[in-house]
C-alpha cells in the first residue's frame, strides 16, 4: 500500500463566507457531504487533529509549517473497540499527555470516552456538525463548510494541496492570503476557551 502523502493546508474562519463559496461554486460544481464528529484536543499541543467520525478514530499530525501554511499527515485510523496498545502507544502519545493506567484490553467507544478520555483534564471534547461543499480544483481541493461546534455556527473554508506553491497561489486569488491560517485544532480550543501550547 503507498504510503499517505502529507498535505498543505489553508483555512479561515467566519461567521459568513459566503461570497467565497459563490466564487468557488462559479469555477467548479461542488461535492455534498455532511458528517457528525467528536474530536478531542489536547491543552499541551496544536499539533494534533484528533477526531471520532463515522466510528472511527483519526488523528492527523501537524509535520511542518511553510510560508503560512499547515502540513499535515494522517498517521491513524483505527475502529473501535480500540486496543490497549493503540490508545497508550498511538492516541495519547500524539495528544502529547502521558496515557492513563488502562484496566480493559479493548474499549469500545462508550467506555473509551468515559474511562479515557473525560476523566482526562488536558483533553477538551467538542460535538461538531459539518456541512461541506467539496471543489476538486486540481492540483487543489478546497472547502467550503457550515461548521457547527458545541452549538455555536460558522463558516470556515479551506485550501490543501500536497503543492505548497499551488495552495498559495489559489488562497491569494481567492482574497484569503492576508488572513490568518486557523486550524481545526486552534479554532475549536479558542472557542472553549481551552489552553492552547
Not at 178 to 184: A, E, R, T
Amino acid at each position: 500500500m503507498a504510503e499517505i502523502q502529507a498535505r498543505y493546508e489553508f483555512r479561515v474562519w467566519a461567521q459568513s463566507l459566503g461570497e467565497i463559496r459563490e466564487r468557488l461554486e462559479s469555477r467548479v460544481t461542488p461535492d455534498r457531504a455532511a458528517s457528525k464528529e467528536t474530536y478531542f484536543v489536547s491543552r499541551t499541543t496544536d499539533r494534533c487533529n484528533a477526531k471520532i467520525r463515522s466510528d472511527l478514530v483519526e488523528i492527523k499530525a501537524l509535520i511542518a509549517e511553510q510560508h503560512g501554511l499547515e502540513q499535515w499527515k494522517p498517521v491513524l485510523k483505527a475502529a473501535f473497540p480500540l486496543d490497549r496498545s493503540v490508545i497508550a502507544g498511538q492516541i495519547f502519545p500524539w495528544l502529547e499527555l502521558a496515557p492513563p493506567q488502562l484496566s480493559q484490553a479493548q474499549y469500545a467507544m462508550p467506555r473509551f470516552f468515559d474511562e479515557v478520555v473525560r476523566p482526562e483534564s488536558g483533553i477538551a471534547i467538542a460535538d461538531v456538525s459539518k456541512t461541506r461543499l467539496k471543489f476538486n480544483l486540481e492540483p487543489c481541493e478546497a472547502e467550503f463548510a457550515s461548521v457547527t461546534i458545541n452549538d455555536t455556527a460558522q463558516d470556515t473554508v479551506a485550501v490543501e494541496s500536497a503543492d505548497p506553491d499551488a495552495v498559495l497561489r489559489l488562497i491569494y486569488e481567492f482574497g484569503l492570503g492576508d488572513l490568518p491560517n486557523v486550524s481545526y485544532v486552534k479554532q475549536i480550543k479558542r472557542m472553549l476557551g481551552f489552553g492552547s501550547s
